[in-house]
């Protein structure tokens, strides 16, 4: 919070309230991604934080405690608000988080300018009404610019439970959009004229399509801060003078404005690709185990066979006098079952493998060039004493024992089209496998 502060503090032109505050926003933001930062300590640190910022670059007590209450009203407002929405709004999932933002932002910046109302004839010689407008359209655009980005911002070690939760890539996928911000950022300032600030409207839109949340966001806040400091300093030409305060307010509303489209438009591109992403997903797995369906599986097959001349594996594997657990108990401890047994087969997989459930209890597994047949029957009897080591506890508490039996088929080379006979055999196999006792694992006769 300090350095935030005393980093708004250097934007502030003499008479002024600063360019760039991004303070308040980082506060907030902390606020509702930490909750346990917002008890007593946590504003009180806060609050000291301003108010020495303020000191140590030669502000006055008063003038310090005047600013920093209008800082401290308006988060505090603004908690109110975010704390009571959702945490996919909260973290720009949603559709409509950047209206909650935006609804948040001008609760904070209109109380903070109740302040400012009071403070501006006091510290500043000039209106109630000037002082509330521009305190109001001020913390407006800083929270707009600077809240969304301290929201998106990924957690460390956050692996995400979506495709698009990941963390962050370290390489942009496609710089293009990022240099036409940039691009479009400087042919505003040479071109000038009241227009100037809609220039990197496209790219920044272009950006929301094609980068994800958190780097949209970065390039908006980046387009927020340049915007307001090149207003500031008067960089446009033939747009408005840096000191003319009206036409300041307007274009501060305008910047905040412009800056929530690519945040909404990003956070709906998310969206939609969560929603292809669970789509494709429910179409090539099994909806109860969450292991490959069949037709998933054999498409993975072929891929696997055809890209390289690469020893292969096939395993079908039966659970053991299933039909018995779901005559016996019924078919929801039958899908316990199902579900507990998938668990410990992956446990014995590798990372290249892939588990599928071909029908009933029935699976199928592609192991992933395992380099010698005995590898692959070591994992086939890793699988078969992880199923049979120890009951399977349901859900009322029983328990049930379980084995299961295995056909191995094994393939030397990437022989395209031979993942029907592979099957096959394998499948035969494990027909062997039942017929020889169950528990066991047994080999195509090519093998």
Same mark, same amino acid.
């Given at each position: 919070?300090?350095?935030?502060?005393?980093?708004?503090?250097?934007?502030?032109?003499?008479?002024?309230?600063?360019?760039?505050?991004?303070?308040?926003?980082?506060?907030?933001?902390?606020?509702?991604?930490?909750?346990?930062?917002?008890?007593?300590?946590?504003?009180?640190?806060?609050?000291?934080?301003?108010?020495?910022?303020?000191?140590?670059?030669?502000?006055?007590?008063?003038?310090?405690?005047?600013?920093?209450?209008?800082?401290?009203?308006?988060?505090?407002?603004?908690?109110?608000?975010?704390?009571?929405?959702?945490?996919?709004?909260?973290?720009?999932?949603?559709?409509? $988080?950047?209206?909650?933002?935006? @609804? *948040? /932002?001008?609760?904070?910046?209109?109380?903070? #300018?109740?302040? !400012? +109302?009071? %403070?501006?004839?006091?510290?500043?010689?000039?209106?109630?009404?000037?002082?509330?407008?521009?305190?109001?359209?001020?913390?407006?655009?800083?929270?707009?610019?600077?809240?969304?980005?301290?929201?998106?911002?990924?957690?460390?070690?956050?692996?995400?439970?979506?495709?698009?939760?990941?963390?962050?890539?370290?390489?942009?996928?496609?710089? $293009?959009?990022?240099?036409?911000? @940039? *691009? /479009?950022?400087?042919?505003?300032?040479?071109? #000038?004229?009241? !227009? +100037?600030? %809609?220039?990197?409207?496209?790219?920044?839109?272009?950006?929301?399509?094609?980068?994800?949340?958190?780097?949209?966001?970065?390039?908006?806040?980046?387009?927020?801060?340049?915007?307001?400091?090149?207003?500031?300093?008067?960089?446009?030409?033939?747009?408005?003078?840096?000191?003319?305060?009206?036409?300041?307010?307007?274009?501060?509303?305008?910047?905040?404005?412009?800056?929530?489209?690519?945040?909404?438009?990003?956070?709906?591109?998310? #969206?939609?690709?969560?929603?292809? %992403?669970?789509?494709?997903?429910?179409?090539?797995?099994?909806?109860?185990?969450?292991?490959?369906?069949?037709?998933?599986?054999?498409?993975?097959?072929?891929?696997?066979?055809?890209?390289?001349?690469?020893?292969?594996?096939?395993?079908?594997?039966?659970?053991?006098?299933?039909?018995?657990?779901?005559?016996?108990?019924?078919?929801?401890?039958?899908?316990?079952?199902?579900?507990?047994?998938?668990?410990?087969?992956?446990?014995?997989?590798?990372?290249?493998?892939?588990? %599928?459930?071909?029908?009933?209890?029935?699976?199928?597994?592609?192991?992933?060039?395992?380099?010698?047949?005995?590898?692959?029957?070591?994992?086939?009897?890793?699988?078969?004493?992880?199923?049979?080591?120890?009951?399977?506890?349901?859900?009322?508490?029983?328990?049930?024992?379980?084995?299961?039996?295995?056909?191995?088929?094994?393939?030397?080379?990437?022989?395209?089209?031979?993942?029907?006979?592979?099957?096959?055999?394998?499948?035969?196999?494990?027909?062997?496998?039942?017929?020889?006792?169950?528990?066991?694992?047994?080999?195509?006769?090519?093998?």
């Amino acid at each position: 919070m300090l350095a935030a502060c005393l980093f708004g503090i250097l934007t502030r032109p003499v008479g002024f309230l600063a360019a760039l505050w991004p303070a308040n926003a980082v506060m907030l933001g902390l606020l509702i991604r930490f909750p346990k930062s917002a008890g007593l300590f946590g504003w009180a640190a806060a609050a000291a934080a301003y108010l020495v910022a303020d000191l140590i670059t030669g502000s006055s007590l008063q003038k310090a405690i005047v600013l920093n209450a209008a800082n401290l009203v308006g988060v505090a407002a603004g908690y109110l608000v975010l704390r009571r929405v959702s945490e996919e709004v909260v973290s720009l999932r949603h559709s409509t $988080a950047m209206f909650h933002l935006l @609804f *948040a /932002s001008a609760i904070a910046g209109a109380a903070a #300018g109740l302040v !400012g +109302a009071l %403070a501006n004839p006091l510290l500043f010689a000039g209106g109630a009404f000037e002082g509330w407008s521009f305190w109001f359209a001020t913390e407006l655009v800083n929270y707009v610019t600077f809240l969304p980005l301290i929201l998106a911002l990924p957690k460390a070690g956050d692996g995400g439970t979506g495709p698009e939760r990941a963390v962050e890539s370290r390489r942009w996928p496609n710089a $293009a959009p990022a240099l036409a911000v @940039f *691009a /479009s950022c400087l042919v505003a300032v040479l071109g #000038g004229g009241p !227009g +100037a600030i %809609a220039y990197p409207v496209p790219a920044l839109l272009w950006c929301g399509l094609t980068y994800s949340v958190f780097r949209t966001t970065l390039l908006t806040a980046i387009f927020g801060c340049w915007t307001l400091i090149a207003t500031g300093a008067g960089l446009y030409p033939h747009f408005i003078e840096p000191y003319d305060e009206k036409a300041l307010v307007s274009v501060r509303i305008a910047i905040a404005l412009v800056s929530m489209a690519p945040i909404m438009l990003a956070s709906i591109m998310h #969206g939609r690709n969560e929603l292809l %992403a669970e789509l494709r997903h429910r179409a090539s797995h099994d909806t109860l185990t969450g292991a490959a369906n069949r037709s998933a599986f054999r498409e993975a097959a072929e891929r696997a066979f055809q890209a390289a001349n690469a020893s292969r594996s096939i395993m079908m594997i039966d659970i053991d006098r299933f039909k018995a657990i779901n005559d016996s108990f019924g078919h929801a401890t039958g899908d316990e079952v199902l579900v507990s047994f998938v668990g410990r087969v992956r446990n014995c997989l590798r990372n290249g493998d892939l588990l %599928a459930r071909m029908g009933g209890e029935e699976f199928a597994i592609l192991l992933d060039a395992p380099g010698s047949r005995a590898e692959a029957v070591a994992i086939g009897e890793r699988i078969l004493d992880a199923v049979g080591e120890r009951p399977v506890t349901l859900a009322n508490g029983r328990t049930i024992s379980v084995t299961a039996s295995i056909g191995l088929a094994f393939s030397d080379d990437g022989c395209a089209g031979c993942v029907d006979s592979l099957l096959s055999e394998a499948d035969a196999a494990l027909y062997r496998a039942k017929q020889n006792g169950r528990n066991r694992i047994e080999f195509a006769a090519s093998a």
